[in-house]
């Protein structure tokens, strides 16, 4: 079974700043997707962005982008310029097949 | 166009009583997800529709969860004989198409949050 861990419950960002979001998974797999969703109070998922596991160019939108490490299994979100709008719940995900795999998720709190 | 929607947005009801929880996806998707997410298991898949084939269900947690998808649209899951572990946010999702490393995206809705008293 593949797992996503999220080993910080909860971070915090000054606006402006850069924050790091880090997340690990576990697969035998050498295809497939990783995906950041963010969730704000709203509940609504959105997704962030997203890294095919077969592409060595790490994916950028904007203010995000992921360091894909894929021989140590690590997928990390940089958020730059931090924005108020930015304070949500942000899960990492993992697909081989037709489900999401979740992690636990990291809480973001933005201060001015 | 409008995106994926879901009612009611919150259900309360009582242990033992079923509940009917309704997604209607956006429009020329024909994949469809359910994912239940609670605070003590996390965001997990429930079940997952693709077209006119036949749904895969692996993820219900017990027999009391049931989902059916019409004509190939809305969908509808639901839960018989509540039980308090059941309370937790109900999301859907859909997407264009999907095959075994499908590469559309999961749009989600907004959930719907069901309290078992």
């Known amino acids: 079974a593949q797992t996503v861990t999220q080993s910080q419950p909860e971070m915090s960002v000054q606006e402006a700043e850069t924050v790091t979001l880090s997340c690990t998974y576990d697969?035998?797999?050498?295809?497939?997707?990783l995906f950041w969703y963010k969730q704000p109070p709203s509940r609504q998922m959105i997704l962030v962005i997203r890294?095919?596991?077969?592409?060595?160019q790490n994916a950028t939108e904007n203010r995000f982008s992921v360091n894909f490490q894929k021989a140590a299994k690590s997928f990390s979100l940089k958020i730059s310029d931090s924005q108020l709008g930015d304070a949500a719940m942000y899960f990492c995900?993992?697909?081989?097949?037709?489900?999401?795999?979740f992690g636990k998720g990291t809480s973001l709190l933005v201060t001015p | 166009g409008a995106g994926v929607s879901q009612s009611p947005s919150n259900k309360v009801t009582e242990k033992g009583k079923d509940v009917e929880l309704r997604c209607d996806p956006i429009?020329?998707?024909?994949?469809l997800y359910w994912y239940r997410q609670s605070l003590g298991q996390g965001l997990e898949f429930l079940i997952y529709f693709q077209g006119n084939s036949a749904p895969d269900k692996s993820g219900l947690p017990s027999d009391r969860f049931s989902a059916e998808r019409t004509g190939g649209s809305v969908s509808t899951l639901t839960i018989q004989r509540t039980q308090q572990e059941d309370s937790a946010v109900y999301l859907c999702?859909?997407?264009?198409?999907?095959?075994?490393?499908?590469?559309?995206?999961?749009?989600f809705g907004p959930g719907t949050r069901l309290t078992v008293l």
């Open positions: 890294q095919e596991a077969y592409k060595q």
């Open positions: 995900a993992y697909k081989t097949g037709y489900a999401l795999n």
């Open positions: 697969t035998s797999e050498s295809d497939y997707y």
């Open positions: 429009s020329g998707h024909t994949a």
């Open positions: 999702a859909s997407s264009r198409r999907q095959g075994r490393l499908g590469t559309d995206t999961q749009y």
